[in-house]
């Protein structure tokens, strides 16, 4: 396994980012191979790594051998293939990264921050992992910094559904603000996270609640693919991109 030697520079903080694409999905059978504007899904998280050149390294950790050899095509990339037990559908994301970090560390590969770029996060663009990168390296207080987008409808004025069939509001007296009078609320974009080395020393599980700080992005960075027409999407928010701006 070669360290990227196309990073910037030298100096600064050593990086990593580590891309899990698990060869078992059941909703999209092989979907971080699936094809996406004429390309694997998981080219656009290696490309978009590999062109930001900030990092001394960018892996691909698989339990598939066809994504495995498809990742190892690409100059610069390295890969490993996970251990079983943390290839089923009770494996975390967390525990990978965990692993893949502690395997380099007894190699001698120790690393000063450790990102995690989904195989699916097509939508991510260099400017992103730049201002993120920033963002971490200036405050010195942030460990654990997780991309998320804005609700782009106010969660105050969700509803469920009763056996009854009638709905019942979260907080129905919200109903009589503004949407931008009200409190905004964010998810887990799903596609990016940056840490510190030291946070996997401190929390062996998980980031426990209220230690992520945020990184905002644009809803469209951050699209779940979890079903087949979010690949038709993705595609469409892709092709956005190349129309001539008004």
Same mark, same amino acid.
């Given at each position: 396994?070669?360290?990227?030697?196309?990073?910037?520079?030298?100096?600064?903080?050593?990086?990593?980012?580590?891309?899990?694409?698990?060869?078992?999905?059941?909703?999209?059978?092989?979907?971080?191979?699936?094809?996406?504007?004429?390309?694997?899904?998981?080219?656009?998280?290696?490309?978009?790594?590999?062109?930001?050149?900030?990092?001394?390294?960018?892996?691909?950790?698989?339990?598939?051998?066809?994504?495995?050899?498809?990742?190892?095509?690409?100059?610069?990339?390295?890969?490993?293939?996970?251990?079983?037990?943390?290839?089923?559908?009770?494996?975390?994301?967390?525990?990978?990264?965990?692993?893949?970090?502690?395997?380099?560390?007894?190699?001698?590969?120790?690393?000063?921050?450790?990102?995690?770029?989904?195989?699916?996060?097509?939508?991510?663009?260099?400017?992103?992992?730049?201002?993120?990168?920033?963002?971490?390296?200036? &405050?010195?207080?942030?460990? $654990?910094? !997780?991309?998320?987008? +804005?609700?782009?409808?106010?969660?105050?004025?969700?509803? *469920? %559904?009763?056996?009854?069939?009638?709905?019942?509001?979260?907080?129905?007296?919200?109903?009589?603000?503004?949407?931008?009078?009200?409190?905004?609320?964010?998810?887990?974009?799903?596609?990016?996270?940056?840490?510190?080395?030291?946070?996997?020393?401190?929390?062996?599980?998980?980031?426990?609640?209220?230690?992520?700080?945020?990184?905002?992005?644009?809803?469209?960075?951050?699209? &779940?693919?979890?079903?087949? $027409?979010? !690949?038709?999407?993705? +595609?469409?928010?892709?092709?956005?991109?190349?129309?001539? *701006? %008004?």
């Amino acid at each position: 396994m070669d360290f990227n030697q196309s990073k910037i520079s030298s100096g600064g903080p050593k990086r990593i980012a580590i891309i899990p694409a698990r060869g078992g999905s059941k909703r999209i059978p092989g979907k971080n191979l699936a094809r996406v504007s004429g390309k694997p899904i998981i080219n656009y998280p290696i490309t978009t790594a590999l062109d930001s050149h900030l990092f001394d390294m960018v892996l691909v950790s698989s339990d598939d051998q066809a994504i495995l050899d498809h990742a190892s095509a690409f100059p610069g990339v390295s890969v490993n293939r996970r251990p079983d037990k943390l290839a089923d559908d009770m494996s975390t994301v967390y525990s990978v990264i965990r692993y893949e970090i502690q395997r380099l560390t007894e190699t001698g590969r120790v690393f000063d921050q450790v990102w995690l770029l989904s195989a699916t996060a097509c939508l991510l663009e260099v400017n992103d992992l730049t201002m993120m990168s920033e963002l971490l390296d200036q &405050d010195l207080f942030i460990e $654990s910094l !997780l991309g998320v987008s +804005e609700y782009q409808v106010p969660i105050q004025w969700a509803m *469920s %559904l009763k056996q009854d069939g009638k709905l019942a509001s979260i907080d129905f007296k919200s109903f009589l603000n503004r949407s931008q009078d009200l409190v905004k609320y964010y998810h887990d974009a799903g596609c990016i996270a940056a840490f510190r080395n030291q946070v996997f020393e401190k929390h062996l599980g998980g980031i426990p609640e209220g230690e992520f700080h945020a990184f905002v992005l644009d809803p469209n960075k951050g699209l &779940d693919i979890d079903h087949p $027409s979010d !690949l038709i999407l993705a +595609e469409a928010l892709l092709k956005t991109r190349e129309m001539p *701006s %008004l």
